[in-house]
């Protein structure tokens, strides 16, 4: 599927164009590049996301970035896909979702940039795992001086994985305010530096 979403940014309009399928070839989407410990099928039958940002500014005024804070809910009966790997604890688990390149280094961003796309296309290492990603397309309000971000669009996606069964992809659904501010204390725990502004940046 292909949608556009609008959205205002600075008292100008913009659009997300999502494009979202089932990944149906792990290597397409540059998976054997990764040097993954566990076999790349893992992600077959699960969501691709891509999200295309256009907006009408340019430069510094059209710096964004993307925020994405995933949970998961691991089953009791859930098991590890990877032989000789440890089971994954059972229960809610949630994370500000970063590049491994990027974890440690204090930013928030999954992508960063003048008009950023957002790209992701998870695997599943358990059997019976609920995966939820809320993905913020934010802004600071001086561009990029400060540590400040606020979201001006918003969108949930994710999937659902059961043993025996095919994969369940989630469509996604537009969030609003209330959605991020649920997901300021996260994102404060793990990015003490950071503001993250309560309202929605129009």
């Not at 098991?79 to 930013?107: C, M, R, T, Y």
């Not at 296309?121 to 939820?132: C, G, K, L, N, Y």
């Not at 971000?149 to 043993?163: D, E, H, I, L, N």
């Amino acid at each position: 599927m292909e949608q556009s979403y609008p959205f205002v940014l600075r008292g100008r309009e913009g659009s997300v164009t999502v494009r979202y399928e089932p990944n149906q070839d792990p290597e397409r989407w540059g998976y054997g590049l990764l040097g993954l410990p566990w076999p790349i099928r893992l992600a077959l039958g699960l969501p691709v996301l891509e999200a295309r940002v256009c907006y009408p500014s340019e430069g510094y005024s059209s710096t964004m970035g993307w925020i994405q804070v995933v949970r998961i809910r691991v089953a009791e009966q859930s098991e590890s896909l990877v032989s000789a790997s440890e089971k994954a604890p059972p229960g809610d688990h949630a994370w500000v979702d970063v590049p491994p390149n990027f974890q440690g280094l204090g930013i928030p961003f999954l992508s960063f940039g003048p008009c950023p796309v957002l790209f992701d296309a998870p695997a599943s290492t358990e059997s019976d795992v609920h995966f939820i990603a809320d993905a913020f397309l934010t802004a600071s309000p001086d561009g990029l001086m400060s540590r400040r971000s606020q979201p001006c669009f918003g969108a949930r996606w994710g999937y659902s994985t059961r043993k025996d069964s095919d994969p369940e992809i989630l469509q996604p659904t537009l969030l609003d305010v209330a959605h991020w501010r649920e997901a300021i204390p996260i994102l404060a725990e793990q990015f003490p530096e950071w503001t993250f502004d309560r309202e929605w940046l129009e």
